[in-house]
């Protein structure tokens, strides 16, 4: 049913977009005229900025599952596709040849409300002519902000600190309690220099780093004038970071890539950081660098999976600092990205170039 019923039941809803008709129009002509209307299935229930976009557009009919605790069930999610002809998803759904199949030859648009697109498979979508849009830079600085928060909250140990606080660990002031490491003539590494690996080093800077590194699939030199930063193997990388952060996107060359071999090379003081995405790290190899000394500690603001359980291993460790996948987390940043999800949805459809699309 795509018109005009609200709320079905609790946790879906169909939801309709209003349209420029006059407002003495019938039900029926209302009805005629939005059975016209290209299907979009929206798979959460993303921020107000982009839900008011595709409303006011008078472009779409939209459906929505009215959620955002809940991801929409895949059984759910293969049924609503099913005729669609655009899809906006979030990072949460995977998007692959079954579930092309199940939208069928309709569907033209997938636009997801993310910058990384590893929930997509992309051959699947290039094969069937799908353009693809996604949202990078609006969460650049929302992202760049929360890696330096986790870094520092990882380097000087604060979750543990503000613990041992709340729990009577506070004795006498002492002089190497709850030391860490800082950044004042450090080496921080950057695995992956796009532009949040700009915006992180930019902020690290006046905190007196003294080098910056990067390593990458090639070298990126008008990038890294940016931030003055040295193009190194990735074994200098592991070698010479005080602080290393993986900014690199998931593809199969990347996954895992922060493993054993990595960690073996790190510094024993260094501090390993993750806000890009989990598959990236070899989780066990880093429970093991960090339970034995290896490296410092880490910050991860993603893993494998998500939710990471509460009884996995890592939780264990008091040098692991784990956050629920919150780096584009700000309200202005996550609105952007809805905003900026609904506009390629809708460009796309119309045929036109979007704001920010893949190349496929
Ligand atoms: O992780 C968040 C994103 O890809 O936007």
Redesign the pocket.
Known sequence: MWCSRVALRRLQQIAVAPLNISGNATGGAMQRKMSSLPKVYVTRQIPPDGLKRLQESGQVQYELWDSDDVPVPRKELLQKVKGVDALLCV?TEKIDAELLDAAGPNLKVVSTM???FDHLSLEELKKRGIRVGY?PEV?TDAVAELTVALLLATSRRLIEATHEAKTGGWGTWRTLWLCGHELANSTVGIFGLGRIGIAIAERLAPFKVKKFIYTDVEPRPELASMINAEYVSMDELAKQSDFLAACCALTPETKDICNKDLFSKMKKTSIFINTSRGGVVHQDDLYDALATGQIAGAGLDVTVPEPLPTDHPLFTLKNCVILP?I??ASYSTRNEMSSLAANNLLLGLRGQPMIKELKL
């Open positions: 990072l993310s910058v990384g949202t969460l996948h780096a584009s």
